[in-house]
């Protein structure tokens, strides 16, 4: 079983910045994908930012420039800096982490989510 924790959400002005981060604990073999998306009131889910076991990342149009994604492996979590925050960056974020992990059965690939951190930047 595995739990994905996020922390580091909050209020902030437009302009400011945030750290995210989101640590996987549990049995696991394997991070394979870490992420975070991202869904405001009435709108869909997005894909933010992601990060692959070989490094490559990968963000959405609307935070590229502004956002980065890291990992650090030895601690299984993974961060997200949010320079230059918008109004329209208000959202909940959730953390996602596609994984390997050790089960009676043996070793199965698996998506896991946290609970999401609120962020919202005032104008």
């Known amino acids: 079983q595995v739990q994905l924790v996020e922390s580091g959400g909050g209020l902030v002005q437009a302009g400011g910045s945030l750290r995210l981060s989101c640590a996987a604990s549990?049995?696991?073999?394997?991070?394979?994908?870490m992420g975070w998306y991202r869904q405001a009131p009435g709108k869909e889910r997005e894909l933010v930012a992601r990060i692959t076991s070989s490094s490559s990342t990968d963000y959405a149009a609307s935070v590229k420039g502004r956002f980065t994604i890291s990992r650090d492996n030895a601690k299984n979590t993974v961060y997200l800096q949010m320079n230059s925050l918008k109004p329209e960056d208000t959202a909940v974020y959730y953390c996602n982490a596609r994984l390997t992990t050790k089960q009676t059965m043996g070793l199965i690939d698996v998506n896991s989510w946290g609970q999401g951190t609120q962020v919202t930047v005032s104008s």
């Open positions: 549990g049995s696991i073999f394997r991070i394979n994908a």
